[in-house]
């Protein structure tokens, strides 16, 4: 990637940007933290985040959207888009439903992957995933459904990183992708109702404390088990929609 000459003096915080996004396991449609909080991660000035985030607006890999932030429009890596992605993204077009198919082979994979973390987790890797445990409880109060379905984006990708397996992980790059464009609303809808998000913090909380104790069978039996919550209660999701849709088909019937 090259930059124009005015560029160079902010050429390294825009490496150490990009690096802290690969780091937080960001993928293609999320959201950036506010300039302020994000120039406070870095320990850098506004000004100077803001010249190396333009500069990574102008080479296409982020999009900044007048009042909604700074957001990731490409991976980093294209791996996961070229083996995993494209195949099955005119699928999700044509009919969403296939995105419960993603979240059935999540269920297959991600067992796996927190069976390997639990067995070959270091103490970086968990203490990554202390963090980003932590930060899946700091977003309750942001009152922001689309900022919690992220940190439980970057919660399971760091389980993923944390099996050491490349294939696992680039895979599961792939998926989150692929659920972005299919149901990430349906999963942002999820944090809307406490007690849905109650639920979901106790299965991420009994799935991390198996992979910090070096249990992979516990480990894998929490993340099946929090997987089947989620792909039930999007189903539910999806039922209850479609019959609030055929009730305002009946004669009469204002929309809700």
Not at 22 to 50: I, K
Not at 117 to 126: E, G, M, Q
Request: hydrophobic share 45%; with cysteine.
């Amino acid at each position: 990637m090259s930059y124009p000459p005015t560029a160079v003096v902010s050429l390294n915080l825009v490496e150490r940007l990009q690096r802290w996004i690969e780091q937080q396991a960001l993928e293609p449609g999320m959201r950036l933290p506010a300039e302020r909080q994000l120039a406070a991660q870095l320990g850098v000035s506004r000004s100077s985040l803001r010249e190396a985030l333009q500069q990574l607006i102008s080479s296409g890999l982020l999009t900044s959207r007048r009042g909604g932030g700074t957001w990731l429009c490409q991976p980093l890596a294209s791996w996961s888009e070229q083996q995993i992605v494209a195949p099955i993204r005119p699928l999700l077009a044509q009919d969403p439903d296939y995105g419960f198919d993603v979240l059935e082979a999540r269920y297959a994979i991600e067992g796996g992957t927190a069976w390997y973390a639990a067995l070959r987790a270091t103490a970086a890797d968990k203490e990554r995933l202390q963090l980003a445990f932590d930060a899946t409880l700091k977003i309750q109060q942001h009152d922001d459904p689309q900022l919690a379905a992220q940190a439980d984006v970057r919660f399971h990708l760091a389980i993923a990183e944390a099996s050491h397996n490349l294939v696992l992980l680039q895979t599961m790059r792939g998926f989150f992708t692929l659920l972005h464009s299919s149901v990430q609303q349906s999963r942002e809808h999820m944090y809307l109702h406490p007690k849905v998000f109650a639920q979901l913090t106790e299965q991420h909380q009994t799935l991390l404390a198996a992979i910090l104790a070096g249990e992979p069978e516990s480990a894998r039996q929490a993340a099946t088990a929090h997987l089947s919550f989620v792909h039930s209660t999007l189903k539910g999701q999806q039922e209850n929609e479609a019959r609030l849709a055929r009730i305002t088909r009946l004669p009469g019937v204002e929309p809700l």
